[in-house]
């Protein structure tokens, strides 16, 4: 009997998103890379904080990061 195969977990996934202990997918919001000098203080400080993917996107991708 053939024995099963695992799954691969996708790596572009993997770097963008993380699992928290609680089992929360986070990842960082976008709009920080670059045009940072029109932003204010308040905006480009709230960007560095992470932030809880949710619905049916954090169950398919909480399932992808413990593939």
Avoid: D, N
């Avoid at 195969?5 to 202990?21: C, D, I, P, Q």
């Amino acid at each position: 009997m053939a024995a099963k195969v695992k799954k691969k977990t996708r790596k572009a996934v993997s770097k963008r998103f993380k699992k928290s202990a609680t089992g929360k997918v986070l990842h960082k919001k976008p709009g920080r890379r670059h045009l940072a000098a029109c932003k204010t203080r308040k905006q480009k400080r709230r960007l560095r904080q992470s932030v809880q993917a949710g619905g049916s996107i954090a169950k398919s991708l909480s399932l992808e990061l413990s593939a």
